[in-house]
């Protein structure tokens, strides 16, 4: 390795390599994020159906002046007018998918008059009502097919994303095979280089003995330019298994096999 160390090797076989990558892929992790934002997205448009809790309250202080009549030398009124008045609703209220809404609450207020020289019977007055509504357009906004158009629009998007979702894990598990097969193919074309390489070797060493004897300066010369080209080969045949390895790691993402590591991956399926 860059250490001038043995590699440290592990062994994998192709269903590990797959199982890492689907669990631990970045870009997977990443395609997840759109099918769950897609499934907010409809529940946030059914939501506008879901039952509203409404509670309203109102205080009115009443003080104000009144004309006094004169008749003869009496007067009639009081100059002012004051009251309380105090009003509390409270009930549900829900849209319909018809467009429409349903309204159910109870109403409750009390009055008290407070002018001078006015005397009612009851004083406070308390008023209770029982309140039902229905509304419903019938021309623009009637009918489901307007009123949950988003919510089949938004359904559609999250049949589209977990699609999409789909299709990204078939190709990281195509990619992640490619990466795997690839890596066995490099060590298996290493071996064959690094056989080819030692019997380079062997014929050099037995054409240069041969030097002396029948073999040609040129016959030499072509044995040491094979074991040359043959070393160069096995060179890039090591960085291609590198390569191949480190491509894997990338794809698998897994915790123990980190791609700035010298951890090297020899793949145990055939």
Known sequence: DLTGKEFESIQVNLHEAISNAVSNNLSIQLAGFGPAQSSTQITLAESQFDSLFFTNFDFTKTDQPTPVSSFSGFSTGTGSSVSDSTVLSTGLRKRLITGGELEFGTRIARSENKTPGQFF????????????????????????????????????????????????????????????????????????????????????????????????????????????????????????????????KQLMNAPGYPVGGELMIIPVDK
């Open 121 to 248: 019977t009851p004083n406070p007055s308390y008023t209770s009502t029982v309140e039902i509504g229905v509304s419903q357009p019938i021309l623009r906004g009637a009918g489901s097919r307007v009123n949950l158009s988003q919510v089949r629009l938004n359904r559609n998007a999250h049949r589209s994303e977990i699609e999409k979702y789909r299709s990204e894990l078939l190709n990281l598990v195509l990619n992640t095979e490619q990466a795997y097969w690839t890596l066995v193919l490099s060590r298996r074309a290493l071996e064959i280089q690094e056989r080819l390489l030692a019997r380079g070797k062997e014929t050099e060493r037995k054409v240069i003995g041969r030097e002396t004897h029948d073999a040609t300066p040129a016959e030499v010369a072509d044995a040491i330019s094979r074991v040359q080209s043959r070393q160069t080969q096995v060179t890039r045949g090591r960085n291609d298994v590198l390569i191949s390895s480190d491509r894997l």
